[in-house]
C-alpha cells in the first residue's frame, strides 16, 4: 500500500498568514503525465469536502487562497491568506494505486 | 445539485452483517463515467476508502476487507447498498458515501455520513 505522511500533524497560524501542509508518498503517484493526488478540508461534525483534484486543480466553488502543487512523492496544501473559516483537518489522497490511501491529517487551527 | 444520503441501523452485535443503504440524486448511475464509493472514519481517526462500483457495473475494493463486502446498485431507484459481513468493534465508525470521480479517482461529492455502533 502506498503510504502518505502529512505533515505537520498540527498547525498554528496567524489571520492572513500562509499555512503550508505536505503530503509525502512512499512511492509515486504519478501516472501518464498525471499526479493522482487529491486534498480535501474536513470540520468537526462534518463530511470531507474536496478542495484539490490532481494535485494542483482547485474544485469549483473552492477560494483561490487554496493551492496545491507537487509531483511524484512530495506534494503541498497552501493557504493563503488564512482567514477564520479554515479552521479543520486537511486529508490528502491518493487515487495511483489500489488500494486508495489517505493522510493522517493535518489540524489546522488560527494562533 | 448534487446529493448523498446514507442510511444504516446505528448499532449492531459483532458477527453481524452491516447494511448500509446510499440515495443520491443529482446525478444517475445509468450515465457513463459516474460512479459512487463508500469511506469510513473511526472516531476522531482518519479516513479508509473501503472501496467503490461504477456505472457499468465495475467494483473495486480494498484488498484489506474484500472478503467481508459487498457492493450493490439499484441504478433506477438511484442507491448503492454496501454489506459487511461478521462486524466486530473495529468496524465502528463513521460511513461515508461519495461519488467517485471516475478518471482520477476522487470524491468530489460526499454525504454527511451515517454512524455504525458495533457492540455487545
Known amino acids: 500500500d502506498i503510504v502518505l505522511t502529512q505533515s505537520p500533524a498540527s498547525l498554528a497560524v496567524s489571520l492572513g498568514q500562509r499555512a503550508t501542509i505536505s503530503c509525502r508518498a512512499s512511492?509515486?503517484?504519478?501516472?501518464?503525465?498525471?499526479?493522482?493526488m487529491h486534498w480535501y478540508q474536513q470540520k468537526p461534525g462534518q463530511p470531507p469536502k474536496l478542495l484539490i483534484y490532481?494535485?494542483?486543480n482547485l474544485e469549483s466553488g473552492i477560494p483561490a487562497r487554496f493551492s496545491g502543487s507537487g509531483s511524484r512523492t512530495d506534494f503541498t496544501l497552501t493557504i493563503n491568506p488564512v482567514e477564520a473559516d479554515d479552521v479543520a483537518t486537511y486529508y490528502c489522497?491518493?487515487?495511483?494505486?489500489?488500494?486508495?490511501?489517505f493522510g493522517s491529517g493535518t489540524k489546522l487551527e488560527i494562533k | 445539485q448534487v446529493t448523498l444520503k446514507e442510511s444504516g441501523p446505528g448499532i449492531l452485535q459483532p458477527s453481524q452483517t452491516l447494511s448500509l443503504t446510499c440515495s443520491f440524486s443529482?446525478?444517475?448511475?445509468?450515465?457513463?463515467?459516474?460512479?459512487v464509493g463508500w469511506i469510513r472514519q473511526p472516531s476522531g481517526k482518519g479516513l479508509e476508502w473501503l472501496l467503490h462500483?461504477?456505472?457499468?457495473?465495475?467494483?473495486y475494493y480494498n484488498p484489506a476487507l474484500k472478503s467481508r463486502l459487498t457492493i450493490s446498485k439499484d441504478t433506477y431507484n438511484n442507491q448503492v447498498f454496501l454489506k459487511i459481513a461478521n462486524v466486530d468493534t473495529a468496524d465502528t465508525a463513521t460511513y461515508y458515501c461519495?461519488?467517485?470521480?471516475?478518471?482520477?479517482?476522487?470524491?468530489?461529492?460526499w454525504g454527511a455520513g451515517t454512524t455504525v455502533t458495533v457492540s455487545s
Open positions: 443529482g446525478f444517475s448511475l445509468s450515465t457513463s463515467n459516474m460512479g
Open positions: 462500483i461504477l456505472w457499468n457495473d465495475s467494483k
Open positions: 461519495a461519488r467517485i470521480a471516475w478518471d482520477f479517482w476522487y470524491f468530489d461529492v
Open positions: 489522497q491518493q487515487s495511483n494505486e489500489d488500494p486508495f490511501t
Open positions: 512511492e509515486s503517484v504519478d501516472s501518464y503525465g498525471n499526479s493522482f
Open positions: 490532481r494535485a494542483s
